[in-house]
Every structure is written in structure tokens, then in C-alpha cells.
């Protein structure tokens, strides 16, 4: 047998130590927690609803992000313009705005002092401390995630398909929804689930534009802060559970999506 | 059929600059050129998938410039096949049927017709990524002829298929363009395919057409040397002429015709090109002796590189002469062509 090299050792060694720093800190949290804590905490109906919330509107900024973002998402996969680097970074942008400063952003527009905060208001719709609001910041935040996923899954369909599908007589809708909207709804359907869980895990920007009503990380937050570690563990650990649940999905799809290839 | 004029395209680094082109109804138009000549543009601007910057398409005397390709009446068939990956191979070749207006008896009976002809009837409940290239250009076929088009772009049918398959998709074009009344244009960087197809041709290189004209028009008298050496002229050369003959350098090649400028090309086709071991008493007006440089493989046949006055003429022979002549680099043979073997531009 070939002796390893060093360099193969440093590779195996840094891999553990990477797995070690995701996995410990969450392992020990997830079984910190006893049983009856868990189950109180299942029990508590305001743990219960704030992580109904966060499922809710994370799948409502999903829903958003998908019926927006597909056609531009098209738009991108499919046109080279000018400006296009520029449109894509500006998609990219809500990805490396600090949370806070995502919050804060949108109630400078959505405040009493702008003219769409007055034209909202006078509508009756209420941005600061609803779920109007928090479902906007959820979509502020997961739709780059959404665009991307999606985009790839486009630019991966050959617009030869399309070519043929139109030289036989569909028009550009038919071609759409009988060519590639079958062969990217794989795409469409991890940017889903990507954009929800970007969304599920948002705090900073919520926090700012809707404490109340409270989705589960700023219940955790307050938990927290107002009881200490051990009433937060059981909220986050139900919390963290949705998330992998949404991760192991998405997993699986890819894996089974690489096989049929 | 189709008539193309005037046509100029941008479209990234591709730029068609005045492409006039005109097809007959019925006929097998081939589009020949290398690889980055365009071809493939000037087909997808005539489908309607790319805009023209200036000038003309007419299909069946419409004006169809500006109509969008779905109302144009010309199937399109990739080398990639482009076969809809989530539809089986069943589904593929009805897709088009969803979109006209075609009797119901009279679709079952032409979907039949395509099934028995291009051999499908055990694969209409697979999907296409399970069937081989020879199979999936089958069906690109048939889902391109299942709307009765007028016209059928093709391009590069064959190139991506292994030598058994192009030889049985090559036939099967063949059939289709003889017993239907559609009118094919081939798109293809190979002139055995064009010769074996196509009843007249186009040369495109770098954008521009270069020639238009018969199969044989194009293969015995290119007007370029472009054509010329697309077309297999590996003996090229640049001359001057003075009444019948043409001279390289110190040598004097007899034509048997005068030319109508004093400067130009020739052009021999190597198999032309006759080699002996003693010098030729024949009828051939054109006897030389060289020296042979180099010898090249070339399958069946041998290419023979011969040398007189720095001028190098190539020639094909066959690999029983080869050995019947004892050739070796660095012997002296004769060699000789007839005057009408030789092209001039």
C-alpha cells in the first residue's frame, strides 16, 4: 500500500475539525434539553405559534419569490444585455446587507415620512409590527436565493428545446409551460425550499420592522434574554428541527436529481 | 421556397454580412462551411429564431421577416437531436400536433407512416435519454415531418452520429426528400454528406456566402480558393497565365483553354494526379518528374507528396499501386494530369 503524503493527512484533519465545529455546538444543544422541557415547550401555545408564523410567512416570501422571481429569473438564464453584471448584483445585494440594516431600510420606505408609507397607510396596510411586515423583510431576504437556484436551473435547459418547440407551431407561452417549466420545476422547487429556510432563520431585519408578532427567532431571542439559556434551548431545538427537515429535503431532491443525469 | 435577400446579422461575435440565398421548392439545399462560418445562424434567421438586422426572408412568397417562428412553417432538427427530455419518445413526435390544425384520422395515419418508415414503433414508450444517436435523430425526424412542414432545416444531422448511423440516417434523408414534397436545407461542414445529398449548395466562410451553385458546379469549379480547398483541391496554386498555359515559377502547366485574366489560381483534385515510375508517353498534356518528399496514410489510400522546382503537388493512389510501385520517400517518379483536370480561378 502507498504510504499518505502529509498533504492528505492536513485534508483529513481539517475535515474533522470543520465537522466537529458544526456538529458539537448543535448536538449539544439539540440534547440538552429534557424530554418534559421539550414537551412543555410543545405544549406552550406561544412557542407553537410564533414557529407556525415563521412557517407561514418564510413559505409566503417563498411563494412571493417564486411568482416574481421565475419570469426574472427567465429574463436572466435566457438574454445577455448590457447591464446584466449590474441587475445581478443588485439581486445579490439583499444577501450581503447586514440584517439590521435590511430592517432598517425598508421602514425608511415604509415609514410615515415616505409617499409609498403614505400611500400604504391610506390603503390600510400596515408594515411596522405586522405580519405584512414580516413577510416583506422574509422576501427581501430570500429572494436572491430563490432567483439563483432558479436561474442555473434555466440556463441548464438547452434553448434549442424551446427553438424546436416554437419552429412546430407553440407560441412562447405554450413553450413555457409544456417545455420549460416541466424541466426547471426541479429548480424552481430547491430555490423554494432555499429561499424558505433563508428565511426561517432571519432575526436581525425582522426584529427591527416586527417584534410582535413574534416569529420563532425572536422568541428564542426573548427567551432568552428574559429566562436565560435553558427556556431557550427547547424553542430553538423545534426551530432547528423544521430547518434540517427543509435541509434533508432538499438533499435528497439534488441527490436523486444527479443520479438521473 | 425560400428566398433570403440581402440578409445582414449581429448576433455576439457572429456578424452575416448581405447573405443572398435562394431555394427551390422541393429541393435539397445544402448550407456547407467550417465551423464558425455561420451556417447555423443563417439557419435559425430563416427559422425565425434570430432577428435579421437588414435585408429579406421569403418562405412560399410570404414576407416572414418579421413573423415569429412558429408561424413560419419550417421544422427545425439539431445535431443534438433537442428532443424533449420529459416526454417519451411517443409523446416527442405528436408535441407538434398540439399546435395545428390537423384532422385526426389524417395525423394517426401520418404518425404511423413516420413510425414505419424511420423504424420506432419498439421505442415510442421510452424516453429519449435512453435511446442511441442514430435512434434519437430518428425521432427528431419524425417529430420534425409529424406537421407536414413545408420546409425542414436541418442542422448537421450526421455530424454527431458513429459512422453506422450516419450512413443510415444519410439514407433515410434521402427517402424522405424523394417521396415527400418538402423542401430540405441542410446545414453541414462536411462535403461527403453534401455530395451524397444535395442537389445544389452553398459555400459560407467567416459570415459571407462564398459560392452558390450545382453540386457539381462547386465540386469541379470553385471560384475561390476558399472552395477550392473545402472541397478537397489540395493542389493549389497561385499562377500567371500567358495564352494556354499557366506557369508556377519556372514551370509551365499546359491548360488546353485560355483563361480570361492573367493572374490567377489552379486547382488540381490530388486523384487526378497519376504517378509512374517511368515518364508517361500518353495523351496527357501535362508530364512531369519530381522528387517524392513524403509519404501520408490516409486509410485506403496513400497521399504522395512530390517536389519539382520547390512546388509541392499532392497526389491520392490507391494502396495496392502504392506497393505494386515500390514508392519511398525520396524516390524519382513521374507524374502527369490531364489539361481538363485542371480548375482555374
Known sequence: MVKKELFFWITISCAIIILAFILLPLIEMLTAPSFSMLKEAFNDKDVMRSIRLSIYTAGLAALISFIFGTPLAYLLARNDFIG?????????LPIVIPHPVVGI???????????IGQLFAELGIRIMGSVTGIVTVLTFVGLPFYINAVKNGFESISPRLENVSRSLGASMFSTFFRITFPLAWRSMFIGIIMCSARAISEFGAVVIVAYHPMIAPVMIYERFEGYGLKYSQPVAVWLV?????????????TLRNRKEI | MIRVEDVNIHLGEFTLRDINLAVDKNEFFVLMGPTGAGKTVLLEAIAGLVPCKRGTIHIRDKNVTKMPPEKRGVSIVYQDYALFPHLTVRKNIEYGLHFQKIDRGEAGKRFNRLVEILDLGHLLKRLPLNLSGGENQRVALARALMVNPPVMLLDEPLSALDPGFREEIRNILKGLHTNSNVTFLMVTHDFADALSLADRAAVMNDGIIEQTGSMSDIFQRPNS??????VGMKNLFDVDFNGTTASIGELQIELGRIPDNSHGYIAIRPEEIVLSKERLASSMQNSFAGTIRCVNDRGFFYEIEIVLNNVTFRSLITKRSFFEMGISEGMDIAFAFKSTAIHYF
Not at chain 1, 446584466?84 to 445579490?92: G, H, L, T
Not at chain 1, 431600510?105 to 409617499?115: D, E, F, R, T, Y
Not at chain 2, 480558393?225 to 473545402?230: G, K
Open chain 1, 84 to 92: 446584466k453584471r449590474f441587475v445581478e448584483s443588485i439581486i445579490d
Open chain 2, 225 to 230: 480558393t476558399f472552395v477550392a480547398d473545402f
Open chain 1, 105 to 115: 431600510a425598508i421602514l425608511s420606505v415604509a415609514g410615515k415620512n415616505h409617499w
Open chain 1, 241 to 253: 428541527s423544521i430547518c434540517l427537515a427543509l435541509f434533508l429535503i432538499l438533499r435528497i431532491l
